[in-house]
């Protein structure tokens, strides 16, 4: 197979780790600023240890899967690490991408706060609390100080948190962000996605609700959790807030699969698309007016899964950077002039958000303002109705506000905003739609950012009140536990049972699909070990992740491997699988495969992107061990696939080597015809 690409930090700064690598960030995006994106040598750990092979790769190319998609390569290879942990140490790896913001200001020479370049990773490799240098230590070894840090471990929590940090250059307050440093922050979590199990954005709170907006858009289908936060107060002061936010953050990243853009501010998870900034001066500075939190963050982790807005397509990750910048809010007034509202809907406006009066009102006694609106409307440009208060939703309750609807002006129910104008924006980015079908988009609930008027029938309670009643249960901690047990033993019957209907049903009563048991296993673990592609399309199509791994580190992807399950493997990896862990066991897995001369396990590790190259941690080949066990059609199989066949292991044999040692005649003749072509 090809090498392995490595990009490096600082070119001294060489981490050995065996499965933790990222490319470097999306080309930098000309904004105005001179960006450039520093990989910076203290915290990063961009270059590999690779057993022979170390190639600097051009960091901003794209690299070919073997399934041919541009992204992101998918298993690395190392089978040189000294410093093997105990196997039962899970650790989560997250990805934080730091974009400036007051979390790492300090006050300048004119007394105001301001970024300040490298200082945030060494300063957090002080504290124990954030950075524990023993375990980091022995993970690492001599490249610990380069490498990446490590969350000390959370009591309750099944990971150890290792994390890191990609500081943007130039750091910026966030009034200064544009959508191109939106776009330059999904362009880098698509290239390292493969790589991490969640993510982090440190950022400036100003427009911080701006941001996570446009990311929840900008991301489509995603599959794993993404968390902006910062800080009100500097991370570097004693009395800051910057330390719990950034730390839950990270636990809720590393631990939770929470598929979706969210901001955590003091003490509160929330979905990102509905947060504003409430306050430039309390701790909790950010709001959901019109929903509830997912989760709060006090003794324990509470996450509300039933709030989880679950992406529903059989579809992979991907990013549309594209946004459309010609959209704007218009804020309206009583007495607001016709040339103000002319100016502002003139060409090139595309898109406006109408923040009117209470639940969608406007002075519909004016003419003039009318006609204004209505004249842009007739041109195109797609008009929001966005209510002024900070909670509520517009509604067509009074004559002032049904004149918009008359007029083609299209309710934005409850959206934010921030909400409303990034998601015009990304509408109208969109390539290949009519203007008929944008404004459906519109009004679509895309990403949990709108609660349109017709409310789901919620039958849930029926069930959990029954049964609660008859158990006498009747704290919301006991419901919640007779939850908690009885769902998941439900769901995982109707599974087994291949019962579609039943599994619709328990989702109806309110069971979260995405549920996990005992062993943090979820349905789609177990219908993809049963092999019934139907019900894994159902659990798919209703938004359980393919990315949970259970107590024993295996994903749904796993699962679907062990049984060789060919269509469900095809499936999950269009739905943006990918597969996990250390590459050197799974070179085991595929030397295990060649020898007992299992060509169809071959090739559902290569169906889910794997190396067939990989070798184990005694260089080791699945060639290797096909050409020792005469496995000759397995050999041929390899041929076709892998670029050396004649890799030396620890003990410098080639699978020639190992035929001869097998006094495998038939491999032999093969493997020895092909040094003669050589
Ligand atoms: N608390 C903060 O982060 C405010 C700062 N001005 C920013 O948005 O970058």
């Not at 954005?201 to 990311?215: K, N, P, Q, R």
């Not at 607001?336 to 969608?360: D, Y």
């Not at 959990?464 to 009747?474: E, I, P, W």
């Not at 799974?586 to 001369?597: D, K, M, N, S, V």
């Amino acid at each position: 197979m090809s090498s392995n690409p490595t990009t490096t930090t600082n070119g001294n700064g060489e981490c050995n780790c065996d499965e933790i690598s990222a490319p470097a960030p999306s080309v930098p995006q000309t904004n105005g600023h001179a960006s450039t994106c520093t990989l910076r040598g203290d915290g990063l750990f961009m270059k590999m240890r690779l057993n022979s092979i170390t190639s600097i790769d051009n960091p901003d190319k794209p690299q070919a899967t073997t399934n041919g998609n541009l992204e992101t390569p998918p298993i690395k290879r190392n089978i040189s690490d000294g410093n093997l942990l105990p196997t039962d140490i899970k650790e989560a790896r997250v990805r934080v991408i730091y974009t400036g913001g007051t979390i790492g200001m300090v006050r300048n020479e004119n007394n105001v706060l301001a970024p300040i370049p490298n200082a945030l990773v060494k300063t957090l490799r002080r504290y124990p609390n954030i950075h524990d240098e023993a375990y980091a230590q022995k993970r690492f070894g001599s490249a610990a100080s380069m490498g990446p840090l490590v969350l000390p471990f959370v009591q309750g929590e099944k990971r150890r948190i290792v994390y890191q940090v990609t500081e943007y250059a130039p750091l910026l307050d966030s009034s200064n962000m544009t959508m191109n440093d939106w776009a330059r922050i999904a362009k880098d979590i698509h290239q390292s996605y493969e790589f991490f199990d969640g993510f982090v954005i440190l950022h400036g709170t100003d427009t911080l609700s701006y941001t996570a907006s446009a990311l929840s858009f900008m991301l489509e289908n995603l599959g794993k959790t993404v968390i902006i936060t910062g800080s009100q107060i500097p991370i570097f002061e004693t009395r800051t807030d910057g330390k719990d936010n950034f730390t839950s953050a990270l636990i809720i990243a590393g631990n939770y699969v929470l598929p979706e853009v969210c901001v955590f501010f003091g003490h509160k998870l929330m979905r990102g698309n509905r947060t504003v900034k409430v306050s430039s001066d309390r701790l909790e500075a950010f709001d959901t007016p019109n929903v509830s939190p997912l989760g709060t963050i006090g003794i324990n982790v509470e996450i509300d899964y039933r709030l989880i807005f679950r992406p529903c397509t059989v579809s992979r990750f991907s990013v549309q950077t594209n946004l459309d910048e010609n959209v704007g809010i218009l804020r309206i007034f009583p007495s607001i002039s016709r040339s103000s509202i002319r100016a502002f809907l003139a060409p090139p406006m595309k898109g406006i958000v109408l923040q009117s009066f209470g639940s969608g009102n406007v002075p519909s006694n004016r003419k003039d303002f009318l006609e204004e609106l209505k004249m842009a409307c007739d041109r195109g440009v797609i008009i929001i109705n966005c209510t002024q208060c900070s909670n509520g939703a517009v509604a067509a309750l009074y004559d002032t506000g049904k004149v918009l609807f008359d007029i083609g002006i299209l309710p934005g129910y409850d959206m934010t905003p921030e909400a409303a104008l990034t998601k015009l924006s990304y509408v109208l980015g969109k390539t290949g739609l009519t203007l008929e079908q944008r404004k459906e988009l519109m009004q679509i609930n895309l990403r949990g950012e709108l609660t349109s008027s017709v409310g789901a029938k919620m039958e849930e309670f029926d069930l959990v009140d029954a049964v609660a009643r008859s158990m006498h249960l009747s704290t919301p901690e006991e419901l919640g536990q007779m939850c908690a047990t009885l769902f998941p033993a439900m769901i995982n019957t109707a599974v087994q049972e291949g019962d579609i209907t039943k599994i619709t049903n328990l989702k109806a009563y309110g069971a979260d699909l995405s549920c996990v048991n005992h062993d943090h296993r979820t349905a789609l673990h177990l219908a993809c070990n049963q092999g019934n592609i139907a019900v894994v399309n159902h659990l798919l199509m209703n938004g359980v992740s393919v990315h949970i791994r259970d107590h024993y580190d295996r994903t749904p992807l796993l699962e679907a491997i062990s049984g060789d399950h060919h269509e469900i493997i095809q499936v999950l990896i269009n739905c943006g699988a990918h597969l996990t862990g250390s590459s050197r066991a799974i070179g085991e897995q595929l030397c295990a495969a060649a020898a007992r001369g299992s060509l169809v396990r071959l090739k559902s590790y290569q169906l889910a992107g794997a190396d067939l190259a990989q070798p184990d941690p005694s260089g080791r080949t699945a060639l290797h061990l096909a050409a020792l066990h005469g496995h000759a059609n397995l050999v041929r199989f390899l041929l076709d696939i892998v670029d050396n066949p004649r890799e030396k292991d620890m003990l410098e044999l080639t699978p020639l080597d190992y035929a001869r040692r097998g006094g495998q005649q038939d491999v032999i003749q093969i493997l020895s015809g092909l040094e003669q072509a050589a």
